[in-house]
């Protein structure tokens, strides 16, 4: 396969003999049925279920011409497997039996994972996949997949693992716990796959059962199966480190947008169960300016700042550092630049390192210009907390006043000012970060996420004593560049009793 024909296809084949053999197993087959594997790639799983039943019935499709010509060479002589070259998610033919209820027992498959579409192509996806994320191929070939499938019949699956909290893939969430019993889900790093780089941090096995009764799939429990050291413990689960979580479909179902929750925690996923109130009711979370062109319009106080190599340094003469709402506009003549609060995880707050281009002429362009983004512009020199949309191991919160934000931040503006110095305490503990991990286990904090976090306002003194150390921690770290952890673990305590973890 060329680097051309990957980027289409994105086909990456099974060759983990430890994830094809418990894949098989989990299909639980007989010999009797008929499967299907939607796209066949070099025939790993016809391999492996024939070793075990010669005689049973195949339909397989690829798309890959080349994939397909192997294919129909390597089965010519087997009457009992079909090979089809066609693209299985407008597949007509397929769609027909699919409206008949399916017609497969059972479907396995390691679907391509971002496959590129063409503009036209996109746009009859969404038409045939209304509501459904289109632009993640895999999470439309699982959702064909069970409507192609019998009553009863089974379909195991290896994908990533972000169908499982993504915002995005809510209606796939939906679909499947209202129209499957998921039998199990094993969750391992993408690194267990030999040699491939797929860009996710997890994959997941998913074996699951078509079952069109509603009550009979909310009452179903499924086990969320995760903490493998090895790929070959996929087939030991009774090992003491492997953590087994248990999950009632009609529980995860009544989670806010169908998430699956699955720390074990369950003080954690009781406040977000049951929240009163969120980050989104408290405050306005949105995302912030990108120039179009940082090359030209951004710059840097000196080179010696992180990631500045490509970018000039600029005329600190010619910066406004007292900035508005006044100046969303553009500066007047005598000032060109404004401050910027960049991405990077950092705690409480971030130098005026980075700055940018802000005559009117300027604030012109980016408004006009296709590749900028002059968004949210009302919070621009706004007093707010600037989130990282990606952290690393926690996330962080650093304070914003007077200054821009870019695209890489999500700013968070509390509606009640009082509560910022203790909202810029709570996104730095360690209780927002287990709370944001299990709403979204990755690493993406994008708004949509940190909305969802439960928020607790504590005592009055206990709020004024959060926000007196707070106010301390941001004048040290103004003055010195650090500050005393004293005033950090005494918020982080208090926070702790708060919430209970």
Same mark, same amino acid.
């Given at each position: 396969m060329t680097i051309t024909e990957n980027k =289409?296809?994105? *086909?990456?084949?099974?060759?983990? +003999?430890?994830?094809?053999?418990?894949?098989?197993?989990?299909?639980?087959?007989?010999?009797?049925e008929t499967v299907f594997e939607p796209c066949a790639g070099n025939g790993i799983f016809i391999d492996h279920i024939l070793n075990q039943f010669n005689d049973i019935k195949i339909e397989a499709f690829e798309l890959n011409h080349d994939s397909f010509q192997i294919l129909s060479n390597k089965y010519a002589t087997h009457q009992n497997i079909k090979i089809k070259q066609t693209d299985t998610l407008v597949d %007509?033919? #397929? +769609?027909?039996?699919?409206?008949?209820? /399916?017609?497969?027992?059972?479907?396995?498959?390691?679907?391509?994972?971002?496959?590129?579409?063409?503009?036209?192509?996109?746009?009859?996806?969404?038409?045939?996949?209304?509501?459904?994320?289109?632009?993640e191929s895999y999470s439309l070939f699982l959702y064909k997949s069970i409507v192609a499938l019998k009553e009863g019949g089974r379909l195991v699956f290896i994908i990533p693992d972000t169908y499982l909290n993504l915002h995005r893939h809510k209606e796939l969430r939906k679909y499947i716990l209202t129209k499957t019993k998921i039998k199990e889900i094993a969750l391992f790093p993408s690194s267990y796959f030999p040699n491939v780089n797929f860009g996710y941090a997890n994959l997941s096995i998913i074996a699951l059962e078509k079952c069109t009764d509603s009550k009979s799939?909310?009452?179903?429990?499924?086990?969320?199966?995760?903490?493998?050291?090895?790929?070959?413990?996929?087939?030991?689960? @009774?090992?003491?480190? %492997?953590?087994?979580?248990?999950?009632?479909?009609? @529980?995860? !179902?009544? &989670?806010?947008?169908?998430?699956? !929750?699955?720390? /074990?925690?369950?003080?954690?996923?009781?406040?977000?169960?049951? *929240?009163?109130?969120?980050? /989104?009711?408290?405050?306005?979370? =949105?995302? /912030?300016?990108?120039?179009?062109?940082?090359?030209?319009? !951004?710059?840097?106080?000196?080179?010696?700042?992180? &990631?500045?190599?490509?970018?000039?340094?600029?005329? #600190?003469?010619?910066?406004?550092? +007292?900035?508005?709402?006044?100046?969303? &506009?553009? !500066? &007047?003549q005598d000032k060109e630049f404004v401050p910027i609060v960049k991405g990077g995880n950092k705690k409480y707050y971030k130098p005026d390192n980075w700055f940018m281009k802000w005559t009117k002429k300027d604030v012109e362009f980016y408004k006009k210009n296709k590749k900028a983004r002059f968004q949210n512009s009302s919070f621009y020199f706004r007093k707010g907390i600037a989130v990282p949309m990606v952290s690393s191991t926690s996330i962080t919160g650093a304070l914003i006043e007077n200054r821009l934000f870019d695209q890489s931040i999500v700013g968070v503006f509390p509606k009640d000012k009082t509560l910022i110095y203790f909202l810029l305490c709570f996104f730095n503990s360690p209780t927002c970060n287990q709370l944001i991990r299990t709403i979204n286990p990755s690493t993406n904090n994008s708004s949509n996420y940190i909305k969802k976090i439960p928020i607790l306002i504590p005592p009055k003194n206990e709020l004024n004593k959060?926000?007196?150390?707070?106010v301390k921690i941001l004048q040290e770290i103004q003055m010195s560049g650090q500050y005393n952890l004293e005033y950090e673990n005494e918020n982080n305590k208090l926070i702790t009793d708060l919430y209970g973890f």
């Open positions: =289409i296809y994105q *086909a990456y084949y099974t060759k983990s +003999e430890p994830i094809t053999d418990y894949m098989i197993q989990l299909l639980n087959l007989k010999g009797t %007509i033919d #397929l +769609e027909l039996f699919c409206s008949m209820g /399916g017609k497969y027992d059972a479907v396995i498959a390691n679907p391509p994972y971002g496959a590129w579409r063409t503009v036209s192509e996109r746009k009859k996806l969404k038409k045939i996949y209304h509501g459904f994320y289109t632009k799939c909310a009452e179903n429990e499924l086990k969320v199966i995760k903490g493998y050291q090895s790929v070959g413990e996929l087939n030991h689960k @009774d090992l003491k480190h %492997i953590k087994k979580i248990v999950l009632k479909q009609s @529980d995860v !179902l009544a &989670n806010q947008d169908h998430a699956f !929750l699955t720390t /074990g925690n369950t003080k954690i996923h009781l406040q977000i169960q049951n *929240a009163i109130q969120t980050i /989104g009711d408290l405050c306005d979370c =949105i995302t /912030g300016f990108y120039s179009g062109n940082d090359k030209e319009f !951004l710059k840097v106080r000196h080179k010696k700042i992180r &990631n500045s190599k490509r970018y000039e340094t600029v005329d #600190l003469t010619k910066i406004e550092f +007292e900035c508005n709402s006044d100046m969303t &506009n553009g !500066l &007047n959060i926000n007196k150390n707070s």
